[in-house]
């Protein structure tokens, strides 16, 4: 990547050009698709030419503030033996998070972990409109076109988005192999749970983060729609290798497969309110 500091009215006329990627992976089953949509918002650590490097370091992108390592590998795997659609974004979160409010400030961040993202300062609306225009909204219309699809074919899909983690935070150790977040609707969180803890597993409860506050994607697709619905975290030290993606990949569908029952017979157990 090289500097671009400049953001004038000539790069906020395209933002993401012919030599870009586009803004969303999606991918389909060949047959029929299987009941379940897999999702992953911070999968790419891609930088519209634009944009330059947003005047940081490259390796700064390769950092899980540039992305979930390894989260687009898995829901590939996933993806593949389930014969599920996915929907992964392209972009790093660096130049706009897929799962952040577009009111929230910190959906186009000043400063991630500590480090200050000078193209992401003083930013006019124009400049933030173009952002969430060019990768934000695509992401969430391609959930929403997918889960259309499965409402036009009378199903009830299920929705799962797949994160990493860092295994330290400020210092502090993070113990959990893996975290299932959830807020109100347990359907989908509490068999997961048991059955990762069942694999001998240290498992979060609503850990390293809590469904109720970083689930912007979840609470505009599957909340409002009923739909059953979970996010895995997974500690990213267990994804530095093929083998670890394959290992939670076959796990994480194995549990999904054998957990598949219909609609019906998923109650909506929840645990206070939201």
Same mark, same amino acid.
């Given at each position: =990547?090289?500097?671009?500091?400049?953001?004038? #009215?000539?790069?906020?006329?395209?933002?993401?050009?012919?030599?870009?990627?586009?803004?969303?992976?999606?991918?389909? &089953?060949? $047959?029929? #698709?299987? &009941?379940? @949509?897999?999702?992953?918002?911070?999968?790419?650590?891609?930088?519209?030419?634009?944009?330059?490097?947003?005047?940081?370091a490259e390796a700064e992108f390769s950092r899980h503030i540039g992305y979930d390592i390894g989260a687009a590998a898995v829901v590939r795997r996933m993806a593949l033996r389930l014969?599920?659609?996915?929907?992964?974004?392209? /972009?790093?979160?660096?130049?706009?998070? *897929?799962?952040?409010? &577009?009111?929230?400030?910190?959906?186009?961040?000043?400063?991630?972990?500590?480090?200050?993202?000078?193209?992401?300062?003083?930013?006019?609306?124009?400049?933030?409109?173009?952002?969430?225009?060019?990768?934000?909204?695509? /992401?969430?219309?391609?959930?929403?076109?997918?889960?259309?699809?499965?409402?036009?074919?009378?199903?009830?899909?299920?929705?799962?988005?797949?994160?990493?983690?860092?295994?330290?935070?400020?210092?502090?150790?993070?113990?959990?192999?893996?975290?299932?977040?959830?807020?109100?609707?347990?359907?989908?969180?509490? #068999?997961? =749970?048991?059955?990762? *803890?069942?694999? $001998?597993?240290?498992?979060?409860?609503?850990? #390293? /983060?809590?469904?109720?506050?970083?689930? /912007?994607?979840?609470?505009?697709?599957?909340?409002?729609?009923?739909?059953?619905?979970?996010?895995?975290?997974?500690?990213?030290?267990?994804?530095?290798?093929?083998?670890?993606?394959?290992?939670?990949?076959? @796990?994480?569908?194995?549990?999904?497969?054998? =957990?598949?029952?219909?609609?019906? $017979?998923?109650?909506?157990? *929840?645990? $206070?309110?939201?």
């Amino acid at each position: =990547m090289t500097a671009n500091p400049s953001f004038g #009215p000539a790069m906020e006329a395209v933002l993401i050009g012919p030599d870009d990627p586009p803004a969303v992976e999606t991918g389909e &089953p060949d $047959g029929v #698709p299987r &009941p379940f @949509l897999l999702i992953a918002d911070h999968a790419g650590n891609r930088v519209p030419l634009a944009l330059g490097d947003l005047g940081l370091a490259e390796a700064e992108f390769s950092r899980h503030i540039g992305y979930d390592i390894g989260a687009a590998a898995v829901v590939r795997r996933m993806a593949l033996r389930l014969q599920a659609p996915r929907v992964l974004s392209a /972009y790093s979160r660096l130049v706009v998070d *897929c799962n952040r409010d &577009p009111a929230d400030p910190t959906c186009i961040p000043a400063i991630s972990d500590g480090v200050p993202i000078p193209g992401n300062r003083h930013l006019s609306v124009r400049q933030r409109a173009l952002r969430l225009a060019a990768i934000h909204e695509p /992401y969430h219309r391609a959930v929403a076109a997918r889960l259309g699809l499965f409402r036009e074919a009378g199903t009830v899909p299920w929705l799962l988005s797949v994160h990493s983690f860092t295994p330290s935070l400020g210092g502090v150790v993070r113990p959990w192999d893996a975290g299932v977040l959830w807020n109100r609707d347990l359907r989908l969180a509490a #068999p997961l =749970m048991a059955r990762l *803890c069942a694999a $001998g597993l240290t498992v979060g409860d609503n850990e #390293p /983060y809590s469904g109720r506050g970083v689930a /912007y994607t979840i609470d505009r697709h599957a909340v409002p729609a009923g739909l059953p619905h979970g996010t895995v975290e997974i500690r990213q030290d267990h994804l530095e290798s093929k083998a670890g993606i394959d290992r939670w990949a076959d @796990l994480l569908a194995g549990i999904l497969e054998d =957990m598949h029952v219909d609609f019906s $017979g998923l109650p909506n157990t *929840c645990r $206070g309110p939201g």
